[in-house]
């Protein structure tokens, strides 16, 4: 749900959103809860992904300045936290939102994967916020008591065959968020993961057989899926004062898949299966 007035939760707070990349992705719907909920932050991608995506209007619409970065280049993310504190001071908040497989992109199996390919997988994806978390610290960027969150996906602990190294690269990405999380709870920073249902944004549309996994997790959810609207507000709550002392978490954000077993709607399309199935058999 979206609250046209907002509620102030993240007034005065400055952070930055990474990942944004058109209107349907989650970090473009995060970018428009913090600003309507009174936040001030920066936008950053890679390059590439600038001239895919149509960042310039998010841009406008929020009064956010774009830094690109190349998370895969140290020098990249140190550049970026330099002009981070130029442009806005320190930051109370981060989104990490940047996940890619060459794998995938490739259509390479998991049995038989380009190893380069996934190395590039495992930066990204995850490493990458180890980077930001490095040269947020060591630049002096990151204000005390600010938050960040990583988004990740239920592949982490499940195994989705079409996710492919992506599973590993959430495993590594919860990880890192756990491990700099007690490292950095001294200052009161905390540093969670949000395990978001299948979304229908560009990036989850290019996995092969997203299509089933969506309805798959629809059909399981007593909540049903929720949209990248959806995920903007939980993370706004996990931005706010209200979640001082949430952290090294990996937060559910998916109707309640994780937790449940089986739905009567998924019993009742397997049982219609099976009688389509007797029925087949009679007739052959």
Not at 41 to 56: E, K, Y
Not at 75 to 87: A, G, I, R, T, Y
Request: charged letters at 25%; glycine letters at 10%.
């Amino acid at each position: 749900m979206n609250y046209e007035k907002g509620f102030g939760l993240l007034n005065g707070k400055k952070g930055i959103i990474f990942g944004a990349l058109d209107d349907r992705s989650i970090a473009w719907r995060v970018a428009l809860a913090c600003k309507r909920e009174g936040a001030e932050f920066v936008l950053s991608n890679a390059p590439i992904a600038l001239r895919l995506g149509a960042l310039n209007a998010l841009s406008e619409e929020t009064g956010a300045k774009i830094i690109p970065c190349d998370v895969s280049k140290e020098e990249d993310v140190e550049s970026l936290m330099n002009q981070v504190k130029e442009e806005l001071g320190g930051v109370d908040f981060i989104l990490h939102a940047i996940g890619m497989s060459p794998n995938i992109r490739k259509k390479k199996p998991y049995e038989d994967l380009d190893y380069r390919f996934y190395q590039q997988s495992l930066d990204i994806s995850a490493v990458s916020l180890h980077k930001i978390l490095h040269f947020a610290n060591s630049t002096g960027v990151l204000n005390d008591g600010a938050s960040v969150v990583a988004l990740s996906y239920i592949g982490a602990q499940r195994i989705f065959s079409k996710y492919s190294d992506m599973n590993d690269a959430k495993a590594l990405l919860e990880s890192i968020a756990r491990n700099y999380g007690s490292r950095l709870g001294h200052r009161g920073i905390r540093v969670n993961t949000v395990s978001q249902a299948p979304t229908i944004t560009s990036a989850g549309s290019g996995i092969k057989g997203f299509d089933g996994m969506f309805d798959f997790a629809e059909k399981m959810s007593p909540l049903g899926n929720p949209t990248a609207d959806d995920c903007a507000d939980y993370c706004v709550t996990l931005f706010s004062d209200l979640t001082k002392k949430v952290t090294m978490q990996n937060l559910y954000h998916d109707g309640g898949f994780v937790t449940n077993g089986i739905s009567e709607e998924l019993m009742e399309g397997l049982a219609k299966l099976h009688e389509l199935k007797g029925d087949s058999e009679d007739n052959s």
